[in-house]
């Protein structure tokens, strides 16, 4: 079946960088989004970026600026490069493809930035 299962989480320092990898395995040919979304113990789940199959981006203001969303697509890896990090950016974050109306959801990886 569809299996999303990201990686690259890990610890940095402040004003460090991580790059965040979806790999997408199963079913999947097309999609009609794919996305980031974060959730940490002091925070509810947060949207944080989406690509759409036109090839369009949009991400949050809270990372707008610092995070990029790219890929998707031919090797169905979705990646989020996330610079300048910041303390508030701890969570954990999980990547999603949506596709007719059904939404699939990875495990997501542990992002932690110290101060």
């Known amino acids: 079946q569809v299996r999303l299962v990201e990686s690259g989480g890990g610890l940095v320092q402040a004003g460090g960088s991580l790059r965040l990898s979806c790999a997408a395995s199963g079913d999947i040919f097309r999609f009609d989004s794919m996305g980031w979304y974060r959730q940490s113990p002091a925070k509810e789940r947060e949207w944080v970026a989406a690509i759409y199959n036109d090839g369009t981006t949009d991400v949050a203001d809270s990372v707008k600026g610092r995070f990029t969303i790219s890929g998707g697509n031919a090797r169905n890896t979705l990646y989020l490069q996330m610079d300048d990090l910041k303390p508030e950016d701890t969570a954990r974050y999980s990547c999603?493809?949506?596709?007719?109306?059904?939404?699939?959801w990875g495990q997501g990886t542990q992002v932690t930035v110290s101060s």
């Open positions: 999603n493809l949506v596709y007719s109306y059904v939404t699939y």
